[in-house]
Antibody, heavy 121, light 108 residues
């Protein structure tokens, strides 16, 4: 059974840092691109970042570029999101999601339960 | 950036109703359109990918159609477990995807 379990969320002050983790199991983690998607309280879904299976390709939303860093450790079946210079508008539930490559595109077929990040003084 | 809109933003329906949700892209995205269902406090769940392909395990009452800029998600006979928020997502610009604002389906 595919499982994605996020951790590392919490309360942090504006300008602070936090590192999220996503532990994957039930599939060959090293074969899949992975994504972070967030959802502010009461709002819709926003794609944050993507990393290819071998970490060769990394992408960020403009809203987090230069502040967030995505990485992965295929030996540990883990995905990470280092978040620096946090702002109030980064407050959200952060989900990790597995990406399926399909016809030059893709979709997110499995999602974790999410971890809440609250940026407040 | 490709912008996605959905209509309606919310709707009220009864069990057994046929429900249709529309999603529109700001430019042609071919068939690179996915649909997700999200229940309160839960992660999104993939329903439809590539505009019309049903994800494994998803009931056949869910269907998707469309191409180019206009897409629809149809629930042929609404069930109690279908009350949720539905999001479309364009994957034309994968991996930098964008989601629609969501359509909340609740009980009439």
């Amino acid at each position: 059974e595919v499982q994605l379990v996020e951790s590392g969320g919490g309360l942090v002050k504006p300008g602070g840092s936090l590192r999220l983790s996503c532990a994957a199991s039930g599939f060959t983690f090293s074969s899949y691109s992975m994504n972070w998607v967030r959802q502010a309280p009461g709002k819709g879904l926003e794609w944050v970042s993507s990393i290819s299976s071998s970490s060769s390709y990394i992408y960020y939303a403009d809203s987090v570029k230069g502040r967030f860093t995505i990485s992965r450790d295929n030996a540990k079946n883990s995905l990470y999101l280092q978040m620096n210079s946090l702002r109030a508008e980064d407050t959200a539930v952060y989900y990790c999601a597995r990406e399926i490559d399909y016809d030059s595109s893709g979709f997110l077929d499995y999602w974790g339960q999410g971890t809440l990040v609250t940026v407040s003084s | 950036d490709i912008q996605m809109t959905q209509s309606p933003s919310s709707l009220s329906a009864s069990v057994g109703d046929r429900v249709t949700i529309t999603c529109r892209a700001s430019q042609s995205i071919s068939s690179y359109l996915n649909w997700y269902q999200q229940k309160p406090g839960k992660a999104p769940k993939l329903l439809i990918y590539a505009a019309s392909s049903l994800q494994s395990g998803v009931p056949s009452r869910f269907s998707g159609s469309g191409s180019g800029t206009d897409f629809t998600l149809t629930i042929s006979s609404l069930q109690p477990e279908d009350f949720a928020t539905y999001y479309c997502q364009q994957s034309y610009s994968t991996p930098m995807v964008t989601f629609g604002p969501g359509t909340k389906v609740d009980i009439k």
